[in-house]
């Protein structure tokens, strides 16, 4: 079965985005805040734009990968900031809209964002690295 020639665009752009739409929109709606939601939008047209832009320019899959990866570091590390600013928002609307047995303190806590902006931005950087070590070797 052949597959469609969009495909790798479809999957990227999906699996890019998603996770960034459903997170902005979920915190916009237990903070009662916009800002998550366009954080959210913000970064999901970056991420587009970077993802036609590598793709249309040709680039191998570990720049582009690396790219990408590195992009979200920053939107993450944006996030952690809305995160700090309304934190105590946040955390109020988690707890009166998602039941108790599922209350996690670390999913409103900005370090927690932070950290996770920083284990991206090292997977950016290490897929950048490794992309660039195999072009060497080649």
């Not at 903070?31 to 734009?49: E, I």
């Not at 944006?78 to 009166?96: K, M, S």
């Not at 999913?107 to 920083?118: D, M």
Request: charge should be positive.
């Amino acid at each position: 079965m052949a597959s469609h020639p969009l495909l790798p665009w479809y999957a990227a752009l999906l699996a890019g985005i998603l996770p960034v739409l459903l997170l902005g929109f979920l915190y916009s709606a237990l903070a009662d805040r916009l800002d998550f939601a366009g954080w959210a939008l913000l970064l999901a047209a970056f991420y587009t734009a970077a993802l036609r832009q590598g793709m249309q320019a040709g680039w191998p899959a570990p720049r582009l990968a690396g790219a990408l990866a590195l992009l979200l570091a920053a939107g993450t590390a944006a996030f952690a900031g809305i995160e700090r600013t309304h934190q105590e928002l946040l955390d109020l609307g988690y707890r009166a809209v998602l039941p108790e047995q599922i209350y996690f303190p670390v999913a409103t806590s900005p370090s927690a964002a932070a950290a996770a902006a920083g284990a991206l931005a090292a997977a950016g950087m290490a897929i950048l690295a490794g992309g660039w070590l195999s072009r060497r070797r080649g």
